[in-house]
C-alpha cells in the first residue's frame, strides 16, 4: 500500500492506510507492506515522485507482488504512467471501493449502480491503455474510414453508460411509487445511516429479526433492507438500513447510488449510528455528515445512536440534537431506544381543531387514523373536533385538510 502526503498530515495519512488495509482484508488481498512519501504537493504525472516508483518497481519484482494499492485517486495520466513503470496491477482507493462494491451487490438495482459508477470511473482512463488501444481496424467488414480501438471503446462504454442511466430511472420511478403509496398509508420511515461498520446491520436485525448479513468487515451491507418496527406507543414504523459511508467516498458512487440513497432524504428520522468505541469516531461522524448534505438531508432530523458502548476505548462524544448511547446486543438499551426513537419523532405536535362533514368519511377516518382525538361531538351534519397531531403528519396532510383544521398552538 502507498500514502503520500504533506509532513503535517502524518497522523491523518496513517489513519487512512489502516482504513485502507481493512478494504483490502475486505477484497481478498493480503498487505504485505506499506510505504509513505511525504511530499508537499502530489506529482502531477506519478502522485508520488519518480525515485519512489523506482524503488515500488524494483521491490514488486524481488517480492513478486501482484497489487499495488495507493491510497488516492489516480489521475488517468498518474495510472497509465504507474501501470507502465510497475510490473503488477496498480490500483487506487476509489477502484479498491469499486470492486468491494461489486463483490457485494445482491440485487439487481445495485448491481446497475456498481456497474455505472466503474465505467464513468473508467471512461476518462482508457487512454494509453496499452498498445491495443490504438490498433486501426482492417480486413472484410472494416473498410471505410477506419476508427481506432480506443474510440470503439469509448463509444461503447458510451452507449452502456446510457443504458444504465435509463434502466436506473426505471428503477427510480418504480420507487416514487412505492414512496407514494407510504406517503398516502401515512407510513413513517426512518433510515439508519452511518459509517461503514458501524453497527447499522446488527441494529436492524436486533430491533426488527431482519436476517440481513452481519460481519466484522467494511460494506458488509450494501443493499438497502427495509422491515416494520413496533414502537412503545403502538405505532409502526418502516426501519431501513442503508450502505455504510466512508471517508472520500467516490463521487462515482454517491452520484450511481443517488436513486438508492434518496430514500434518506424522505424519511421522518435519521438514526445516525455511531462507533463509539473507534478511536476516530468524530471524524467519522462528520464524514456521514457531509454525505449526507450531499445527498440534500441535511435538515431531516436525526437521533444519534453511539453504538458499541459495551466495548472498551473510544474517547467521549457528543453531537447537536438527540443522542443515546447503547449495545446494539442488549436488550434494555434496544427497548430505550425504540422509547427514545418514539418520544423524538412524536416530539413537534400541534394542538388544534376541525370541522369536517360528515359526508367526508375519509377525511374523519384520516384524522382519526393520525391525531390523538381529545373532543368530537356532531352538530348539523358536521364533525366538530379537537385533537392533538405530531407537526410531522400535519405537514403530510393535502391542502384540503388542511384548509379544514385551526391550529390553536
Aim: proline content about 3%; glycine content about 8%.
Amino acid at each position: 500500500m502507498v500514502g503520500c502526503g504533506s509532513g503535517r498530515e502524518t497522523a491523518s495519512i496513517h489513519s487512512s492506510l489502516t482504513e485502507l488495509e481493512r478494504l483490502a482484508h475486505t477484497a481478498g488481498a493480503i498487505v504485505v507492506d506499506t510505504v509513505i512519501q511525504h511530499r508537499d504537493a502530489p506529482d502531477p504525472g506519478w502522485l508520488i515522485g519518480r525515485g519512489k516508483v523506482e524503488e515500488l518497481a524494483q521491490t514488486v519484482e524481488e517480492e513478486k507482488i501482484d497489487l499495488i494499492l495507493f491510497d488516492r485517486e489516480l489521475s488517468p495520466v498518474q495510472l497509465v504512467n504507474l501501470e507502465r513503470r510497475i510490473p503488477c496491477k496498480v490500483l487506487d482507493r476509489t477502484q479498491l471501493i469499486l470492486d468491494i462494491f461489486a463483490m457485494r451487490a445482491r440485487t439487481k438495482e445495485g448491481s446497475l449502480q456498481v456497474e455505472l459508477a466503474q465505467l464513468e470511473y473508467s471512461l476518462p482512463r482508457l487512454i494509453g491503455r496499452g498498445k491495443e488501444m490504438s490498433r486501426l481496424g482492417g480486413g472484410i467488414g472494416t473498410r471505410g474510414p477506419g476508427e481506432k480501438k480506443l474510440e470503439t471503446d469509448r463509444r461503447h462504454i458510451r452507449r452502456r453508460i446510457r443504458d444504465l442511466k435509463r434502466e436506473l430511472e426505471g428503477v427510480r420511478k418504480h420507487r416514487r411509487l412505492h414512496q407514494n403509496r407510504r406517503r398516502k398509508m401515512d407510513m413513517i420511515q426512518v433510515a439508519l445511516v452511518g459509517y461503514t461498520n458501524a453497527g447499522k446491520s446488527t441494529l436492524l436485525n436486533r430491533l426488527t429479526g431482519a436476517g440481513v448479513m452481519e460481519e466484522d468487515r467494511l460494506f458488509a451491507t450494501l443493499d438497502p433492507t427495509s422491515r416494520f418496527l413496533d414502537l412503545p406507543s403502538g405505532e409502526k414504523v418502516l426501519l431501513t438500513d442503508t450502505v455504510g459511508f466512508i471517508r472520500n467516498l467516490p463521487h462515482h458512487l454517491v452520484a450511481a447510488f443517488r436513486s438508492t440513497l434518496e430514500q434518506v432524504g424522505e424519511a421522518d428520522l435519521l438514526l445516525h449510528v455511531v462507533d463509539a468505541s473507534h478511536p476516530e469516531a468524530m471524524e467519522q461522524m462528520k464524514s456521514v455528515e457531509r454525505v449526507l448534505e450531499d445527498l440534500g438531508a441535511g435538515e431531516v432530523p436525526v437521533l444519534t445512536v453511539f453504538n458499541k458502548a459495551d466495548r472498551e476505548g473510544g474517547a467521549i462524544l457528543s453531537a447537536e440534537g438527540e443522542t443515546i448511547r447503547i449495545s446494539a446486543y442488549d436488550a434494555d438499551d434496544r427497548e430505550r431506544l425504540k422509547e427514545k426513537i418514539d418520544r423524538v419523532l412524536n416530539a413537534a405536535q400541534i394542538h388544534g381543531s376541525a370541522e369536517i362533514p360528515v359526508s367526508r368519511g375519509e377525511m374523519i377516518s384520516r384524522l382519526y387514523r393520525v391525531a390523538e382525538i381529545v373532543h368530537s361531538e356532531v352538530t348539523d351534519l358536521t364533525l366538530r373536533v379537537e385533537f392533538r397531531l405530531p407537526l410531522r403528519r400535519y405537514e403530510r396532510m393535502s391542502p384540503e385538510m388542511k384548509s379544514l383544521i385551526r391550529k390553536d398552538i
